[in-house]
């Protein structure tokens, strides 16, 4: 069974720039999560989707950051622009149905400068 | 907002010794798991503990759940080098589904 796709691994962008995250969940996957981790940190939820609902996006900066899930299947997380504190790793997962484990993806490594 | 707390912050062990890390979180919970992240890579997923059930064990690991308590504890048995990592407790809050994680614990295990 293929894993949560993430792509890039990597991204160095100068602030105020603005940065694309993509996530490829595990197929019939209905719940998709990101977690923005910060070096030395556990990781903090951003968004939630069930299928191509929003459940939660209450810790998402909505100033600065967008989430969408077309179709239900893949998402992409979008920055713009960006600040220095955005530095971080972002972490896609997805699980179903409810109450069972999350699956997570590598993760996208974010470089601020 | 952190849901969950992991104690110790740190710990350093040899190879061979048990590890035990605990977590402390805040609200009423469906179920908490344990997940192990390597240095740059994802969580990996350990095990999962339901809100009803108090002792889990998955091969060399045993989790228990006190509810009364808010916290919960892993136990790694006979530890190895490669288990060195750190070590996230997750909850879902009752009635949400979402899991927020906690601080980490930093496994080292010396061979």
């Known amino acids: 069974e293929a894993g949560v796709a993430q792509s890039p691994r990597y991204k160095i962008i100068e602030k105020r720039q603005s940065v694309a995250f993509w996530c490829n969940p595990i197929?019939?996957?209905?719940?998709l999560y990101w977690y923005q981790q910060i070096l030395g940190q556990g990781p903090k939820l951003l968004i939630q989707?069930?299928?191509?609902?929003?459940?939660?996006d209450s810790q998402l900066p909505k100033d600065r950051f967008s989430a969408e899930r077309l179709k239900g299947v893949d998402s992409t997380l979008k920055i713009q622009p960006a600040k220095l504190e955005d530095s971080a790793v972002y972490l896609c997962?997805?699980?179903?149905?409810?109450?069972?484990?999350?699956?997570f993806g590598q993760g996208t490594r974010l470089t601020v400068v | 907002s952190q849901q969950g707390e992991e104690d110790p912050q740190a710990l350093s062990i040899q190879e061979g010794e048990n590890a035990t890390m605990n977590c402390s979180y805040k609200?009423?919970?469906?179920?908490l798991q344990w997940y192990r992240q390597n240095s740059g890579r994802g969580l990996v997923h350990l095990i999962l503990?339901?809100?009803?059930?108090r002792e889990k064990h998955s091969g060399r690991l045993r989790v228990t759940l006190d509810t009364s308590k808010k916290s919960s504890s892993l136990l790694i048995t006979a530890s190895r080098a490669a288990d060195t990592a750190s070590y996230f407790c997750?909850?879902?809050?009752?009635?949400?589904?979402?899991?927020?994680f906690g601080t980490g614990t930093r496994l080292k295990v010396l061979a």
């Open positions: 997962a997805s699980s179903t149905p409810w109450d069972t484990e999350a699956f």
């Open positions: 609200t009423s919970i469906n179920n």
């Open positions: 989707f069930q299928n191509n609902g929003v459940v939660d």
């Open positions: 997750a909850t879902d809050k009752t009635g949400t589904y979402k899991y927020i």
């Open positions: 503990i339901r809100s009803n059930e």
């Open positions: 197929s019939g996957h209905a719940t």
